[in-house]
């Protein structure tokens, strides 16, 4: 395994970083604060979906951990911490699993914990982290706007044939997987969908409680209602959240958000050429350059 390499735009010397743990919901996150001299911004990061832990490890790559310390090098204080699921995917299978449960608590301690260092605090998600974002802040008063990078609107369930259909034609999928995900999200679409649902009868196997809390949970409409500055950064050449079936509802929903597209990046803000596919996760890279100077400028 190749080890990370911090971006040639992180300076170690301008930030010092301490280890915490969040408590929420009686259940302990850790997480890492990382701190400039005099901060007066900072952002709290939130992982995509999956086992994530606060750096958002996949592969040799770790892309919060460039975010942060890119941010840091540039005066903004970041807070990221490991999700309930990491080193613990087996948790995403319990009945009673959602993604509000796994995000919304810690991160909402998180805000808080940040804004004890500075006068403001915004939240960094990526995919479903992004997704998940405007429910924080509708719920966290702290939260003083939003950052959302790669963060879907489609239903999960229909985004993950689409993205299995691409796949396939890859080739990093057989064909009937595409035929399974189909099935499986018709079952999430039917009115039948209760928590007695079997969890192999769902996409990745995870409960029915995860994809009834999805279905309640519109992002676009619950960061239309927010009264804070709202920033969309999507990868152009990202298939798994993309430009054609994620952006137009931001867009359409928000018509006041700066949306800004990366055209060379992949989900991951990695920046190349081509078609992206999974194997471009395990090539070590950094977050592209472009998007951390992107978030640095908009940040009021």
């Given at each position: 395994?190749?080890a990370?390499?911090p971006?040639?735009?992180?300076?170690?010397?301008?930030f010092t970083?301490?280890?915490?743990?969040?408590?929420?919901?009686?259940?302990?996150?850790p997480?890492?604060?990382?701190?400039?001299?005099h901060?007066?911004v900072?952002?709290?990061?939130?992982?995509g979906?999956g086992?994530?832990?606060?750096?958002?490890?996949?592969?040799?790559?770790?892309?919060?951990?460039?975010?942060?310390w890119?941010l840091?090098?540039?005066?903004?204080?970041?807070?990221?911490?490991d999700?309930?699921?990491?080193?613990?995917?087996?948790?995403?299978?319990?009945?009673?699993?959602?993604?509000?449960?796994e995000?919304?608590p810690?991160?909402?301690?998180?805000?808080?914990k940040?804004?004890e260092?500075?006068?403001?605090?915004?939240?960094?998600?990526?995919?479903?982290?992004?997704?998940?974002?405007?429910?924080?802040?509708a719920?966290?008063?702290?939260?003083?706007?939003?950052?959302?990078?790669?963060?879907?609107?489609?239903?999960?369930?229909?985004?993950?044939?689409?993205?299995?259909?691409?796949?396939a034609?890859?080739?990093?999928?057989?064909?009937?997987?595409?035929?399974?995900?189909?099935?499986?999200?018709?079952?999430?679409?039917s009115?039948?969908?209760?928590?007695?649902t079997?969890?192999?009868?769902?996409?990745?196997?995870m409960?029915?409680?995860?994809?009834?809390?999805?279905r309640?949970?519109?992002?676009?409409?619950?960061?239309?209602?927010?009264?804070?500055?709202?920033?969309?950064?999507?990868?152009?050449?990202?298939y798994?959240v993309?430009?054609?079936?994620?952006?137009?509802?931001?867009?359409?929903?928000?018509?006041?958000?700066?949306?800004?597209?990366l055209?060379?990046?992949?989900?991951?803000?990695?920046?190349?050429?081509?078609?992206?596919?999974?194997?471009?996760?395990?090539?070590?890279?950094n977050?592209d350059?472009?998007?951390v100077?992107?978030?640095?400028d908009?940040?009021?």
């Amino acid at each position: 395994m190749t080890a990370w390499t911090p971006p040639p735009y992180a300076d170690p010397t301008a930030f010092t970083e301490q280890d915490l743990v969040l408590e929420a919901a009686g259940q302990m996150a850790p997480g890492t604060l990382t701190l400039p001299r005099h901060p007066s911004v900072g952002v709290v990061l939130l992982a995509g979906g999956g086992p994530f832990d606060r750096d958002e490890t996949s592969g040799p790559n770790k892309p919060l951990k460039d975010l942060a310390w890119g941010l840091a090098t540039q005066g903004i204080a970041a807070l990221r911490f490991d999700k309930l699921t990491a080193n613990r995917p087996e948790a995403m299978a319990t009945s009673g699993y959602t993604m509000t449960a796994e995000y919304v608590p810690h991160a909402t301690a998180a805000v808080r914990k940040l804004a004890e260092h500075v006068d403001r605090v915004f939240l960094v998600g990526h995919s479903m982290g992004g997704k998940v974002a405007p429910k924080i802040a509708a719920e966290e008063p702290l939260v003083a706007g939003l950052v959302i990078m790669a963060g879907d609107t489609q239903p999960m369930h229909h985004s993950a044939v689409r993205v299995m259909k691409y796949l396939a034609e890859t080739g990093a999928v057989p064909p009937e997987t595409v035929a399974l995900f189909e099935r499986q999200a018709s079952v999430v679409d039917s009115p039948g969908l209760s928590h007695q649902t079997p969890s192999a009868d769902l996409p990745f196997g995870m409960p029915a409680s995860f994809w009834l809390d999805l279905r309640e949970y519109d992002p676009v409409a619950t960061a239309a209602k927010l009264d804070v500055p709202i920033l969309i950064l999507q990868g152009g050449r990202d298939y798994q959240v993309t430009v054609a079936d994620d952006l137009p509802a931001w867009r359409d929903g928000l018509p006041n958000a700066t949306v800004k597209i990366l055209d060379a990046d992949n989900h991951l803000f990695f920046a190349g050429s081509g078609p992206s596919t999974m194997a471009d996760y395990q090539v070590p890279r950094n977050v592209d350059p472009v998007a951390v100077s992107t978030i640095v400028d908009w940040l009021p």
